[in-house]
């Protein structure tokens, strides 16, 4: 329900035809530069990859100067078993051995410069997308996936979607959970950008089960990137990641379909 | 209950003004003030005396006043702003029941002539620090957005109050939250009073007589918010003749009809408002426009009647709605309604008494109605008020105000019904329920004729009810403990002693000081961290976890009128101390939450600042200029470090000017000129990627500025006709002269040209909007 407002908006704006948008450049403080790490494990075949990078100032570039020379650790604590990534490309960090596996207890260690950075995920249990559909009229000039699944009642559940179109993945995504819909079959519009969906693209979804540490790091990203409007007191989002980093690190199930938009 | 003997002989003992001279045979004249043409009661309306200077009293709401005066003759002069000064001389040796009907003063020149001869001093002392009163006819020439008069609007171009920003009604006063202020429609609590949320106000001014605003030094008989008071009081009706009259503007239109009923003991007035942008959306090709809908209308009613010389009963209605729908697939409606009845008895000419049986209630439902999913979500706040006001006017000196009142909140927090075959459960949070009570006690005291002493004290109670379970949350938001409580168990008592005082000091026939404390409570908690003064707010009264608000706030004020009472000047400052101020954690969520409060965090807040005000009150040309200048910053453990922080209403300047002249007798040219500094707001110092999206990152909590908002109105009325039957006129503004880019929304987001930048967009609402009304009357 966290699309109430734009479109609240939406109606103002086309009522009030007096209102206008334009892009204005207000002065913004420049944090120092905050180390990133972002990653994640699943049950999909191997290698999982881990990334480290600095934050940039907002009208920079959408470059983030990747960070090397760390070592990074995956743990499988449920079966006890170690895999030290190599670093692949700068910043990029690979694994060899490991292998995701739902109920599994992940933990990840990174030290850099001497600062230890630690985090804990366990894969939940897999939950499978049945099918996705598109919805063309609930929002003016916008086609919208529609996920179609079930929501398993005995387990309390995180989701995450993505988009890829024409095999290119889509900078956005969308949180879910079952709070309001525990043991509910789910049909849900995905929010996509005007125009990123077009006529006889290739669309695939990716149901992502999560836990609950990623998805609270996730979902107040998702406010913060697309909806920081709409917040009374917008703030950086909490990472699962301990030791003063930005970003999140997950144990995760995916689950794709895909279809063409008629 | 104590007879009423003794509790009056309680107050004299307790109070300190009471014990003053008695010797001389006094006697009482009290009655009741009305207009001559509508047989309207005028709410504060002075009566004085030219051979008592400093002595005098004002009419309460119901036009009633009471004086003891020693035995003698006099020259009694009733005056009240804008009507033609009634002078009497009378004989005093009985107690006397005078009633008074004052005429309008038609045209302004006449007025110039009033001022001049009123016991000019009264102004000065009768008004407590940080009080305004506006009659109507005050704001009618005062331009507004797409020419809807609304005193809400008007009320923020006075010092110390400031606008939340363009498309929203709510309002900040001396610093507080907009939630922090009590809006009373005849006593009855109005929780939203915003239209189109937040375009226009409820108040629909064609059936309103009267507002006072208090921003501090508040009577005892008010309490339950933080900041401010807004005591509005509709029409009672014309008990002379049938009339009718309204007005077609662009946005809405609006009709009253009011006459007398029953041989004119008692009238009727029924005012009515729509808005009809809705009709013409209809219409449109796009088809987005023609399936969305956006509309609100409102109802005012009441009624009463005078039985007798000593009993009169009042009954008033309110009720508002506002519907907006998105392609028939996204639902909105909301609104207040409101009921009172009352019973006004005077007991003997020096006890006044008032009861009231009062209804409150707002709703909104938000309606999903799309391909996937079918959901109505609701919440709701509803009040039944009983409150029992009592004025004794003892003596010449002393007039008491005592009373009890108490009000049982029932809220909703949430409701969500869905259809089977919607992705959503249905959730039904537990309702809440409180009683809120207070026994009130205050003395009017004019200690001498130049000094003057209002002091009492609230003690207020707030009691947490069953049934419901009640939790208690460890600082991590993980529930410790559950208690189940029986219906109308008391699970926690608050009690608060509200101290009161306000005290003026007249320095010479046309300066005064004035000194003020007041202690307030709030126990109604307004959640909303949505950065909207949006209408899914959830309402929460205090409980086990949430403490009952608190302001200590101490005020000084000088005040000075020169050129004969033509100009008016007074300059204030202020300190407020808060306690218990409610914030939330990061990433909380306040829709279907039943552990609500596990996201609450508490601390505290100061503000203080110094309002200048200057008033051009007669002649051609009346007007204000009004400046403030103020700091509010709160300090909550877990924000910015415990450290005190801006609060986001913090606006460091706020000046604004109001003009209007009468240039001939048909045209009146008004404008309004109003400058502030932006709002505190929290902007990113830096970006991320997660997923592939740009995510931002914050540094400490409100340390960025919205731009400053400024904007010029100006409008103009043309007197079209007017006879002793037919009253007609246009009325033109334009809202934003210049054009002025006033942000509405700011939104840092990808941007959509340029995959690998960022931008900040900006929303402005109204840039430039002329606007025509023709108002009628006959």
Redesign the interface.
């Known amino acids: 329900m966290r699309i109430q407002t734009p479109i609240i908006i939406l109606v103002l704006l086309i009522l009030f035809s007096s209102s206008c948008q334009k892009v204005i450049t207000p002065q913004l403080s420049n944090g120092a530069p905050q180390l990133v790490i972002e990653g994640a494990v699943s049950d999909t075949t191997g290698p999982y990859h881990i990334n480290i990078s600095k934050t940039v100032s907002f009208y920079a570039d959408n470059t983030y100067p990747n960070v090397s020379g760390a070592s990074v650790t995956i743990t499988d604590q449920t079966v006890g078993v170690n895999d030290l990534l190599t670093e692949t490309s700068t910043g990029v960090y690979t694994t060899h051995s490991i292998v995701g596996t739902p109920g599994h207890t992940y933990q990840l260690q990174v030290v850099l410069n001497g600062k230890n950075y630690t985090a804990v995920s366990t894969m939940p249990l897999p939950v499978a997308l049945d099918s996705i559909t598109f919805d063309y009229t609930s929002v003016k000039n916008m086609i919208q996936p529609v996920v179609h699944y079930q929501d398993p009642a005995a387990f309390v559940n995180y989701y995450k979607y993505n988009i890829t179109v024409n095999g290119v993945k889509l900078n956005r995504f969308q949180t879910d959970e079952d709070r309001l819909m525990n043991g509910k079959y789910i049909n849900e519009d995905l929010v996509t950008d005007t125009g990123a969906i077009k006529k006889n693209n290739l669309v695939l979804v990716n149901l992502d089960g999560i836990d609950k540490g990623a998805y609270n790091f996730l979902q107040e990203a998702e406010n913060i990137a697309f909806y920081n409007d709409q917040l009374a007191t917008p703030a950086t989002p909490t990472s699962n990641i301990s030791g003063g980093c930005l970003g999140y690190f997950s144990a995760q199930t995916v689950s794709s379909k895909s279809a063409v938009v008629k | 209950m104590l007879p009423l003997k003794h509790l009056v002989i309680i107050l004299l003992l307790l109070s300190p003004g009471l014990v003053l001279a008695q010797s001389k045979k006094t006697f009482t004249i009290s009655g009741t003030i009305k207009d001559k043409a509508s047989g309207e009661t005028l709410p504060a309306a002075t009566v004085s005396f030219v051979e008592l200077p400093g002595k005098g009293v004002t009419s309460n709401s119901y036009g009633f006043y009471a004086i003891s005066i020693p035995e003698g003759s006099y020259t009694m002069l009733t005056t009240y702003t804008g009507y033609t000064t009634d002078t009497l001389k009378i004989l005093l040796t009985k107690n006397m029941l005078i009633n008074k009907s004052l005429a309008s003063a038609s045209g302004q020149l006449q007025e110039v002539k009033i001022k001049s001869s009123t016991a000019r001093s009264n102004n000065i002392l009768t008004t407590p620090a940080g009080v305004q009163r506006l009659n109507i006819k005050d704001i009618n020439n005062v331009p507004v957005l797409l020419g809807e008069k609304d005193v809400l609007k008007t009320i923020q171009l006075l010092p110390g109050i400031v606008s939340a920003g363009d498309?929203n009604a709510g309002f900040f006063v001396r610093g507080g939250a907009a939630d922090q202020n009590l809006i009373l429609l005849d006593e009855a609590t109005v929780y939203n009073p915003s239209h189109f949320?937040g375009f226009f106000s409820v108040f629909n001014s064609d059936a309103i007589k009267d507002i006072s605003i208090y921003k501090g030094g508040m009577p005892a008989n008010y309490g339950g918010r933080l900041s401010s008071v807004e005591d509005i009081q509709m029409n009672d009706g014309n008990n002379q003749k049938f009339g009718a009259s309204g007005g077609i503007g662009l946005i809405a239109s609006r009709l009253t009809v009011d006459g007398p009923l029953f041989n004119n003991k008692g009238s009727f007035i029924i005012s009515a408002r729509r808005s009809y942008?809705d009709l013409f959306?209809g219409f449109a090709s796009?088809t987005?426009?023609k399936h969305?809908k956006?509309y609100f209308y409102d109802v005012n009613l009441k009624g009463n009647y005078q039985l007798d010389s000593i009993n009169r009963i009042f009954l008033s209605g309110y009720f508002g709605k506002d519907v907006?729908s998105?392609?028939n697939?996204?639902g909105?409606d909301y609104g207040n309604s409101t009921g009172t009845l009352r019973w006004n008895h005077i007991f003997s000419s020096k006890l006044f008494s008032n009861t009231s049986l009062i209804y409150s209630n707002y709703t909104y439902d938000?309606n999903?109605d799309?391909?996937?999913?079918n959901i109505k979500?609701s919440s709701a706040i509803t009040d039944y008020h009983f409150k029992q006001d009592f004025t004794y006017y003892l003596n010449a000196s002393n007039k008491l105000g005592f009373g009890l009142e108490s009000t049982y909140h029932i809220t909703q927090p949430g409701t969500?019904v869905a259809t089977a075959s919607?992705?959503?459960?249905d959730?039904f949070l537990e309702k809440k329920y409180a009683l809120e009570s207070a026994l009130y006690l205050s003395d009017e005291w004019n200690a001498s004729d130049k000094l003057k002493i209002t002091y009492g004290v609230r003690l207020s109670d707030l009691s947490v009810l069953g049934p419901g379970n009640f939790y208690t949350y460890d600082k991590d938001g993980n529930k410790t403990d559950s208690t189940y409580y029986k219906s109308g168990k008391i699970v926690k008592s608050y009690i608060t002693p509200e101290p009161r005082f306000a005290a003026s000091y007249q320095l010479n026939p046309t300066s005064s000081v004035k000194l003020s404390y007041d202690r307030n409570v709030q126990n109604i908690h307004l959640l909303?961290?949505?950065?909207?003064l949006?209408t899914?707010n959830v309402y929460l009264p205090s409980s086990n976890n949430i403490k009952p608000e608190i302001a200590d706030q101490v005020a000084l004020g000088y005040y000075h009128t020169f050129h004969n009472n033509g100009f008016e000047f007074s300059s204030e400052i202020y300190y407020k101390n808060l306690q218990n101020q409610i914030?939330?954690k990061?990433?909380a969520d306040l829709?279907?939450n039943p552990n609500i409060e596990a996201d609450l965090l508490y601390g505290s807040g100061r503000a203080y600042g110094w309002e200048t005000y200057i008033k051009k009150k007669s002649g051609k040309f009346t007007g204000w200029i009004s400046y403030t200048l103020s700091k509010t910053e709160l300090k909550i453990p877990g924000i910015n470090n415990g450290d005190y922080y801006p609060a986001?209403q913090d606006q460091t300047n706020h000046i604004s000017l109001v003009g209007m002249y009468q240039a001939t007798k048909k045209w009146t040219f008004s404008a309004d000129f109003v400058y502030n500094t932006g709002d505190a707001v929290?902007?990113?110092?830096?970006?991320?990627?997660?997923?592939?999206?740009?995510?931002?990152?914050?540094?400490a909590?409100?340390?960025?500025r919205l731009?400053a908002y400024n904007r010029l109105d100006i409008g103009a009325t043309l007197l079209a006709k007017k006879t002793t039957k037919y009253e007609s006129s246009w009325t033109f503004s334009i809202y934003n002269l210049y054009g002025q880019?006033n942000p509405?929304?700011?939104?840092?987001?990808?941007d959509?040209n340029n995959?690998?930048?960022?931008?900040?967009?900006?929303?402005?609402?109204?840039?430039?909007?002329p606007s025509v009304t023709y108002n009628f009357k006959f």
């Open positions: 498309g949320l942008v959306t796009d987005t426009t969305s956006i907006m998105f392609r697939s996204y909105l938000v999903i799309d391909n996937t999913d979500v969500a919607s992705s959503y459960n959730v909303n961290n949505s950065a909207y949006s899914t914030d939330y990061n990433g829709v279907g986001t929290t902007w990113p110092s830096g970006k991320f990627s997660v997923d592939g999206a740009p995510v931002y990152y914050y540094g909590r409100n340390s960025n731009p880019s509405y929304d700011i939104i840092f987001q990808a959509p995959a690998n930048k960022t931008q900040v967009q900006q929303t402005t609402l109204f840039k430039m909007v």
